[in-house]
């Protein structure tokens, strides 16, 4: 089994600043895709930016220009950096990998998600 564990989420004041972390950890044989979603209150789960394992990444519109996703692949971990933060971006932050695990299979896998409000 694949797990995901978040952290570096919390309270910050409008154009501050915080970065995540999302560490993969148990049978892990390759990780492709890794990337960041979130969820807003009574909302559906959204793509924030994803990143391959040769680095190409992709980002929402809104958060173009102000987050950055990067990866370690040698420690099966990914990084969410979050500028200029707007009281739009609270939310809880998932983590997601696609990776070929025990099963053997190629599955996708999420981390428990971590919080981050953007508040004055």
């Known amino acids: 089994q694949v797990q995901l564990v978040e952290s570096g989420g919390g309270l910050v004041q409008p154009g501050g600043s915080l970065r995540l972390s999302c560490a993969a950890s148990?049978?892990?044989?390759?990780?492709?895709?890794m990337g960041w979603y979130r969820q807003l209150p009574g909302k559906e789960r959204e793509l924030v930016a994803t990143?391959?394992?040769?680095?190409?990444?992709k980002y929402a519109e809104s958060v173009k220009g102000r987050f950055t996703i990067s990866r370690d692949n040698a420690k099966n971990t990914v990084y969410l950096q979050l500028n200029s933060l707007k009281p739009e971006d609270t939310a809880v932050y998932y983590c997601?990998?696609?990776?070929?695990?025990?099963?053997?299979?190629?599955?996708?896998?999420w981390g428990q998600g971590t919080q981050v409000t953007v508040s004055s």
């Open positions: 990143i391959t394992y040769d680095s190409s990444t």
């Open positions: 148990g049978r892990i044989f390759s990780i492709n895709t």
């Open positions: 997601q990998c696609r990776a070929l695990g025990g099963t053997l299979r190629w599955d996708d896998y």
